[in-house]
């Protein structure tokens, strides 16, 4: 790949995808070097799971058992009305992956569990992004927004769905699907009330509110709610809240409680705008995209899982690239998207009229969203149900054997 002894690798992105595929690069022989535009690691963030392929990754990383250690504590999912009638329940299950995973951990901790297994090997640099990189032949040459320039061999991102470094540099081979939600995240203080379900309240005017539990002793929400038109996420926080307010007002159980305490805890609250990133390829030249900023795939339960899967293949593929005569970073390229692209395909695949199905306007609506969520928990038809409904359990990919992305195997010396 190039006449340095270990090839210098520019990964952006220090949440999930970047400290797994850096982790990954350092085994394979390559010098991975962090960047995270943050001034410091992020620990804010909302519950996220591990599916699928992700279960067999965290366990060739070693980092299962400080996974486990950190669990949010989540025994299951509850739907409730709006004056907190619960009228359809699934409880987490040992080795099973349902609306409530196996493996649930919050974001920060899950990153920082990355981070700690590359913090002694692998440069970090924060609060500096990407302004301009120019490639040629043999390598990237990249201009850094602190002023900074630096070459390196490629150049991975492996931001957010809304990267700016995708957005930089490949905005051509980008399409945004804008699936019309806005969804409000924060966290409140936990009462001696509260328990550890997941309780999922949807009611009218397209408003559905979410609180779930996390292993600080505090509670992680969200509300939710259909918008045609873009732009609520782009407003100033309290302009945010008074919006919520208005929209929320009368919708029942905790809302007002989880208001008052977005309001109380403002460095937590943030939103989003729902949708999809699809690109028509991962890479171009020596740039490569991995995780959210190739697939962001929305509200699908599969993020984390298709981050850790995509960040492991992709460092294998480099790896391989390394050894093989003859190899080159474009093969490995496009041996990591001819093996996961179908997979990623089908995870973006959301039922039709998703999310917006779930967030029903009217009484009737909403009369029709707990029938289906009362059959998506039956006893019986659950099975049925999940193999249909959950991304995992399609397409998944023969993960190919890289013994060097092993915990208990050494790094790989320079060659």
Same mark, same amino acid.
């Given at each position: 790949?190039? %006449? ?16 797994? @595929? ?17 001034? +410091? ?22 980092? #299962? ?5 950190? @669990? ?12 907190? !009638? ?5 409880? !987490? ?12 951990? /919050?974001?920060?901790?899950?990153? %920082? ?34 002023? !900074? ?23 051509? @081979?980008? *399409?945004? +699907? ?10 409140? %203080? ?5 328990? %550890? ?14 609180? +779930? ?51 109380? #805890? ?11 990133? $699809? ?10 995209? $991995? ?48 093996? /996961?692209? +179908? ?18 306007? *009217? ?11 009362? $059959? ?5 038809? #659950? ?8 991304? *995992?359990?399609?397409? &998944?990919? #023969? ?11 050494? $790094?790989?010396?320079? &060659?």
């Amino acid at each position: 790949m190039t %006449d340095r002894i270990r090839p210098r690798v520019l990964v952006t992105g220090g949440s999930i995808a970047g400290p797994a @595929l850096a982790w990954g690069l350092l085994r394979e022989g390559f010098e991975p070097v962090v960047l995270e535009r943050s001034p +410091r690691r992020r620990g804010a963030g909302q519950n996220i799971d591990i599916r699928g392929l992700g279960h067999e990754i965290v366990r060739r990383m070693g980092i #299962r058992d400080a996974v486990l250690g950190r @669990l949010t504590g989540e025994a299951g999912t509850r739907f409730i009305t709006d004056t907190g !009638r619960v009228y359809a329940e699934v409880a !987490r299950q040992e080795g099973q992956d349902g609306p409530t995973a196996e493996l649930e951990i /919050l974001r920060g901790q899950l990153a %920082d569990i990355l981070l700690d297994r590359i913090a002694d090997d692998v440069e970090i640099r924060y609060g500096d992004f990407v302004a301009g990189a120019d490639q040629d032949a043999t390598g990237v040459d990249v201009r850094f927004d602190s002023g !900074r320039r630096e070459r390196f061999d490629l150049l991975l991102v492996a931001e957010g769905r809304s990267s700016r470094t995708r957005r930089l540099l490949l905005p051509e @081979l980008t *399409t945004y +699907r804008d699936k019309g939600l806005n969804v409000a995240f924060g966290t409140i %203080d936990r009462r001696p009330e509260d328990d %550890d379900w997941w309780y999922f309240m949807t009611t009218t005017q397209g408003r559905v509110v979410n609180a +779930r539990p996390d292993n600080l002793g505090t509670i992680r929400a969200s509300l939710s709610f259909p918008e045609r038109s873009a732009g609520f996420e782009a407003r100033p926080a309290a302009a945010q809240l008074e919006i919520l307010r208005e929209l929320f007002r009368g919708a029942g159980w905790k809302t007002e409680r989880i208001l008052a305490g977005f309001e109380a #805890r403002p460095e937590e609250f943030y939103t989003d705008r729902w949708g999809q990133v $699809v690109m028509s390829r991962w890479s171009e030249g020596r740039i490569g995209v $991995v995780g959210d900023a190739a697939w962001g795939s929305g509200p699908t339960g599969m993020g984390t899982t298709l981050a850790l899967v995509g960040a492991h293949v992709l460092a294998g593929e480099l790896g391989r690239s390394r050894r093989e005569p003859g190899d080159t970073h474009t093969g490995a390229f496009a041996r990591y998207e001819q093996l /996961l692209r +179908r997979y990623v395909d089908r995870a973006q695949g959301l039922a039709p009229g998703m999310p917006r199905l779930m967030h029903p306007s *009217t009484s009737a609506g909403v009369a029709v969203t707990r029938r289906l969520h009362r $059959v998506m928990t039956s006893g019986t038809l #659950r099975p049925v149900v999940e193999k249909l409904v959950i991304t *995992t359990q399609r397409n &998944e990919p #023969r993960l190919p054997e890289y013994p060097r992305l092993r915990a208990q195997a050494p $790094v790989s010396p320079a &060659e």
